[in-house]
């Protein structure tokens, strides 16, 4: 199991034992870079420098995903009003689909394929900066639009082709769910709205959550928190009572 596994189970054990408190979790890392995924070389890693793709471009900072470790503070696993999940590498395993999506994508606009290790290093940021990334930061704005729509077609058909819940994962939401007075939970992902609300409905999902989100649901994306703001909001839970579970 990846690391979206452990996250997972780590967000389990916190909620269940009363012992947790003040436990200081490990360190968090990218559920795809775990997944059997070999180290990318630096000149990918620092951005647009895939072989396959040319030098890097300035606009690579702006585009580029890190991993990013995280902690979490202390605090009362009991307190917990609001459990807010990442969707893909967190409660699915949708590599395959998106892989194969990115490539179709770009078979039909005569470019090569990638291997499938560098699109999931893409993969966390929305579909838009997936496709800019697959593409190399194309100059050409109109190009990008109509790789994006093909990209997002074709992914609205086989989004489910090879996409599956993590073993354990409903299970485990259950006990979460049902652990706490008036606790809910809530998905907050990248993937635009649509497909997320079908692949949560279509593999049983939907029951556990009172809101499903995904990256155009608000003027801005993941990390900003306008997205867990508005959930805060619309579920009447103070910030020290709610906790983000992602890859």
Request: net charge neutral; proline share 7%; charged share 25%.
């Amino acid at each position: 199991m990846g690391s979206a596994g452990l996250n997972f189970r780590y967000a389990e054990n916190i909620v269940n034992q009363a012992s947790a408190v003040g436990y200081q979790p490990r360190r968090l890392t990218s559920g795809f870079s775990e997944a059997k995924i070999p180290t990318l070389p630096q000149s990918t890693r620092e951005g647009w420098g895939n072989p396959q793709r040319g030098p890097p471009k300035a606009k690579a900072r702006l585009c580029y995903p890190r991993n990013m470790p995280s902690f979490a503070d202390r605090f009362d696993p009991h307190s917990l009003k609001l459990v807010i999940f990442d969707l893909d590498g967190t409660l699915i395993d949708s590599r395959l689909d998106l892989i194969h999506s990115v490539n179709a994508m770009l078979r039909h606009f005569n470019h090569p394929e990638l291997p499938g290790e560098v699109v999931a290093s893409y993969v966390g940021d929305g579909a838009p900066m997936l496709v800019r990334r697959a593409l190399g930061d194309p100059d050409d704005e109109k190009f990008f639009r109509d790789a994006l729509e093909f990209f997002l077609g074709y992914y609205r058909e086989h989004k489910l082709d090879h996409t599956r819940v993590y073993d354990g994962i409903p299970e485990a939401l259950r006990i979460i769910q049902a652990n706490g007075s008036q606790r809910n939970m809530a998905v907050l992902s990248n993937k635009p709205v649509n497909p997320t609300r079908a692949i949560v409905e279509a593999l049983g999902l939907a029951q556990f959550f009172v809101r499903v989100y995904g990256g155009n649901s608000f003027e801005t994306k993941k990390p900003d928190p306008l997205g867990v703001e508005t959930l805060l909001k619309e579920t009447a839970t103070a910030q020290e009572n709610a906790m983000i579970v992602a890859d």
